[in-house]
């Protein structure tokens, strides 16, 4: 359709004509300038504006108008156009910044520091001694405000908000101080740039903070009176961001666990092979962490005491050919041809060491017992701390040795390892071992007597005690004479081994005795038959050859002469873990070892 166009003057009548409508238009229906109806465009002009016809300087001044504000127009559009590129490219610059990786810093020296205060280290490879003197955490509280650190440790914990950040830094599993920055104002890019490499590190991750001792009230970490503002960071080893379990959660205690299950966050319950399969994360969780120092603890002070009266330390063999005590439960193994097997004690190499003229002596080494006990309390690799020694008239002169070298260990966790206590205690509660001045000694006949009392029928009094029995035992000798530590002697000859002395006024009894901690054994010895001719006779009367393996050159030593002695072999793990009340002696080992368990 096309419009049509009809011009006409002012004071006439005209009739529009056209195909698309037909239509009268009096004067009286328009005004100046133009319409539009349905289509057609009327231009029309009045009389009076043909009557005012502009000049040519009009003309030229409003065509310059026009040509101005074009011009202004086309310049505004320039400048938006302008800064929009200009935003852009800022942007732009901000993001390859933002994007751009941090690279790796490799620090030779404290006169010569890298530029860059922030990026993960290179590896260290032993390239120089840096000069750096790193701090540990627990000597912080003594330091003063102002000076500045090295410190080493793993990042516990991280929160970064807009331009600031907090950390929690860790040592040693239970040395924490909180370390912190905010952006500066004068240094808009670096600040950036820390920002951006802090929220890059993971959890658990070694890392090396230089910073400013500030004065600072601190009630979640270990150092409470300060905190580092960090100059430098740098990561030296980076953890896995997804970890098998955090380490907060490993180290909170069963009651804990237990109140947050009705609340909206339960805590999660971990459960031991989880724990075992990652044993070195579990480790780190402080109260673990401890019960492996107090493990430590305990070998010291074993030492400690044993040097004191007169002992010195031996190693004995572990490959041996036959069995080292009589009854099954040995790992055997190929040896070059012959079948050979892991010691389930060094007891006959004391005692060879004895005929040595080494008169008292002491091992600290692995026993390895091939029994399958899935019980809370046995492992089939543990850590054995033995003893021997020549004794004048009676065995009670080792078990006064014993329980003296005892004492030091109970005083001596309590006073020199109070810490690490305190630490376990909060997730695991246990109180100190009660022990007596004097050596507390039952001996078997009371012992049965005791346990009737107890409601338990012992028959004829010559058969092992099983666990019930021992922890029965262990309420009555702590109701009766108030020590969780006791010992228990002449048991019956028939359930203990071939080298144990009989009683020489009972042969069903013999000259042996155990030692326990609140209700459960951590120790077992006796005086050892040291007459050949006797020992030949209890080795016939128990079915054992003694013309075979490690027992020719044993009964050899007594032939040529030995003194007569005394000993015990004690559960290290077994200790700590009836010291400290866990429910497990697993907690007590490193890397334990039991019959579902080789890795790691």
């Not at 280290?121 to 405000?145: A, C, H, W, Y």
């Not at 109260?287 to 107090?294: D, E, G, H, M, S």
């Not at 005791?450 to 029928?457: A, K």
Request: glycine share 6%.
């Amino acid at each position: 359709m096309i419009p049509a166009v009809v011009a006409f003057s002012t004071g006439s009548r005209r009739v529009f004509n056209t195909p698309m409508f037909h239509r009268t238009v009096s004067r009286s229906n328009l005004c100046p300038g133009h319409i539009s109806l349905r289509g057609v465009t009327c231009l029309f002009s009045t009389d009076t504006d043909s009557a005012a016809e502009k000049t040519d300087e009009e003309k030229e001044a409003l065509k310059a108008a026009r040509e101005a504000r074009k011009a202004e127009k086309e310049r505004l559009q320039a400048e938006k156009k302008a800064s929009k590129a200009k935003k852009a490219a800022e942007r732009a610059a901000l993001e390859a910044l933002e994007n751009a990786p941090i690279e790796p810093v490799t620090y030779l020296s404290v006169d010569d520091e890298p530029k860059e205060n922030v990026g993960d280290f290179t590896t260290i490879m032993s390239r120089s001694q840096t000069g750096r003197n790193f701090v540990q955490v627990k000597d912080l509280p003594s330091m003063e405000p102002g000076q500045k650190v090295w410190l080493r440790g793993r990042l516990h914990s991280i929160r970064i908000k807009g331009g600031s950040c907090f950390l929690v830094l860790r040592q040693d599993s239970f040395d924490t101080v909180q370390a912190l920055f905010f952006k500066n104002k004068d240094d808009p890019d670096g600040s950036k740039k820390m920002i951006k490499y802090l929220k890059t590190l993971t959890v658990e991750s070694i890392i090396d903070i230089e910073g400013t001792l500030t004065e600072a009230e601190v009630k979640s970490c270990s150092v409470q009176n300060l905190e580092v503002n960090i100059n430098r960071i740098h990561s030296v080893a980076k953890a896995a961001a997804m970890l098998p379990f955090l380490v907060e959660d490993a180290a909170r205690s069963e009651k804990e666990i237990d109140e947050s299950q009705d609340t909206e966050r339960p805590f999660p319950r971990l459960g031991q092979e989880l724990r075992l399969d990652n044993r070195w994360m579990d480790v780190r969780a402080p109260a673990q962490n401890a019960i492996l120092r107090v493990q430590s603890g305990v070998c010291q002070l074993f030492r400690e005491s044993l040097y004191s009266q007169g002992f010195i330390e031996i190693h004995t063999p572990k490959l041996i050919e036959g069995e080292s005590e009589s009854g099954a439960g040995v790992f055997t193994t190929d040896y070059f041809g012959k079948t050979a097997c892991l010691a389930q004690s060094p007891q006959l190499f004391k005692q060879m060491a004895i005929s040595s003229d080494l008169t008292r002596v002491f091992e600290v080494g692995p026993v390895f017992r091939a029994e399958n006990s899935n019980t809370r309390r046995h492992l089939c690799e543990f850590t054995g701390l033995d003893i021997e020694m020549a004794i004048n008239d009676h065995y009670m002169e080792t078990l006064e040795v014993v329980h003296n070298m005892f004492k030091h260990i109970f005083t001596g966790l309590e006073t020199r390892f109070s810490k690490e206590l305190a630490v376990i205690r909060e997730q695991y509660y246990s109180e100190p071992v009660e022990f007596t001045d004097e050596p507390c000694v039952l001996h078997w006949p009371e012992a049965m007597e005791m346990l009737t009392e107890q409601g338990f029928d012992m028959g004829d009094g010559l058969g092992d005690l099983n666990g019930a029995q021992e922890l029965a035992l262990g309420e009555a000798v702590k109701e009766k004479y108030g020590t969780d530590f006791f010992m228990l002697d002449k048991y019956p000859s028939t359930i203990r081994p071939f080298y144990t002395m009989p009683d020489p006024e009972d042969c069903r009894y013999s000259n042996s005795y155990d030692m326990f901690i609140r209700g459960l054994e951590i120790c077992s010895g006796a005086q050892r038959c040291h007459d050949p001719e006797m020992l030949l006779e209890i080795l016939k009367e128990k079915g054992l050859d003694a013309s075979e393996g490690l027992l020719v050159p044993y009964i050899d030593s007594f032939r040529h002469g030995v003194n007569p002695h005394a000993g015990c072999g004690i559960g290290l793990e077994r200790v700590v873990f009836l010291y400290l009340g866990l429910d497990n002696v697993r907690k007590a080992s490193l890397f334990p070892r039991d019959p579902n368990r080789c890795l790691p």
